[in-house]
């Protein structure tokens, strides 16, 4: 991700690179694209949990909670995305 979440800055209004909402953009260190204020928390934490789980597998540990955690954020996120769109088509 590089960098630390001090850095976040605020954009202009616009449409998130993942949801596809027309909002207030944020841009995180290391993204190219600006997201929404929930994609950009989604994502930090989708880092934030792939490293966990990537260090617990190294060390042996279980990481099925993490795994878990993980596979509910990402299906909130897509569903948040599928919904944007869905909006967009009427």
Known sequence: MGGDLHSVREE????CGMCGHA????ELPGRLENLCLACSADLATAMLLR???DAAT????SAEDLVAEFGELSRQ?????QSADALESY
Do not use: D, S
């Open 12 to 15: 202009w209004r616009g449409v």
């Open 77 to 81: 996120t897509l569903t948040r995305a």
């Open 23 to 26: 909002t207030k953009l944020f």
């Open 51 to 53: 490293t966990e789980i």
């Open 58 to 61: 190294w060390a042996g540990q």
